[in-house]
């Protein structure tokens, strides 16, 4: 059996980056990532879970199409996926060394690079967990990492919800190495490729597939890069759990401003919402909380 089977989405080459961002908003296996070739949109499943997937796209399709949407959910289609081999051997096309903050450099391991002085280098090949810190989403997060390591931010605790590849749980105590950096995610592919890229970065990251509400304690700083359903879904754990600032991001614009007011409502405080320099279709939510809860 393939390791993974491709969904394809053709769409108009005008309409790309519109339905990409609608996918990854609407079908939750989009929300790992997709990949644009020409006038196609492809998103990788599990085989076990491709009728299921298949299904939502294709109705997903069919309600863009009904709203004006020059999309046919009779065209969507499966293919087998390339192993994951000669997945990552691909990525090597494209997947070079790229500066994302003042400090925070992303080095694919075969490029290399003799790093400047302050800058916090994270060794990362792509897999199939997401966050390879080229998309938008996670680069507002690293841009506010950034930010608040430069206004003097050094906390103790951090806790990356969905951590995907680790990338920022690695940046996290990259930037703050006495920092204690908790990783969890519902994927047991996420949490083997964090603690993959944590040894091959040195550091320390404890990886969980423990639900949040079970997780004891707050901290000072929470980060929270998925899709804004789950955000929504994990509000309540993710306010208890902040005793500082908390960081959403994987938001399309147009929801992070509803998004941050329900956390308002939930009794957090807005810091900003900010939107992506260099894809606005993307932002993220800071927050901090007023009074810190209780452990």
Not at 28 to 56: H, K, M, N, Y
Not at 80 to 105: C, G, I, N
Not at 248 to 269: C, K, N, Y
């Amino acid at each position: 059996m393939a390791e993974w089977v491709e969904i394809i989405v053709p769409v108009g080459a005008a309409d790309v980056d519109d339905v990409a961002a609608l996918l990854a908003s609407d079908v939750r296996a989009a929300a790992a990532g997709t990949e644009q070739r020409g006038d196609e949109i492809v998103f990788w499943v599990d085989p076990a879970d491709v009728a299921s997937a298949l299904q939502e796209t294709r109705d997903a399709v069919t309600r863009w199409a009904a709203n004006g949407a020059n999309l046919d959910p009779s065209r969507v289609r499966t293919a087998e996926a390339m192993p994951e081999a000669e997945w990552r051997d691909a990525w090597k096309r494209y997947f070079k060394v790229s500066r994302l903050t003042r400090q925070f450099v992303v080095v694919p391991s075969w490029e290399p690079y003799t790093a400047q002085p302050g800058d916090v280098v994270i060794d990362l090949d792509p897999g199939m967990a997401f966050g390879t810190g080229t998309h938008a989403s996670t680069q507002l997060v690293l841009e506010e990492l950034q930010t608040l390591a430069d206004g003097g931010l050094a906390p103790d605790r951090v806790l990356d919800v969905g951590c995907g590849s680790g990338i920022l749980s690695i940046a996290a105590v990259k930037m703050w190495p006495s920092t204690r950096c908790i990783a969890v995610d519902n994927d047991p592919i996420a949490v083997a490729a964090t603690l993959e890229n944590g040894a091959h970065n040195k550091v320390v990251i404890e990886t969980a597939i423990t639900p949040l509400a079970e997780l004891p304690g707050t901290f000072p700083l929470v980060l929270a890069n998925i899709q804004a359903h789950v955000l929504r879904e994990l509000k309540a754990e993710l306010v208890s759990r902040t005793a500082g600032t908390l960081i959403l991001s994987g938001l399309l614009t147009p929801q992070a401003q509803p998004l941050a007011d329900e956390f308002v409502a939930a009794g957090l405080r807005l810091v900003h919402v900010r939107p992506s320099t260099t894809d606005p279709q993307w932002s993220t939510v800071v927050l901090s909380a007023t009074v810190a809860p209780r452990p």
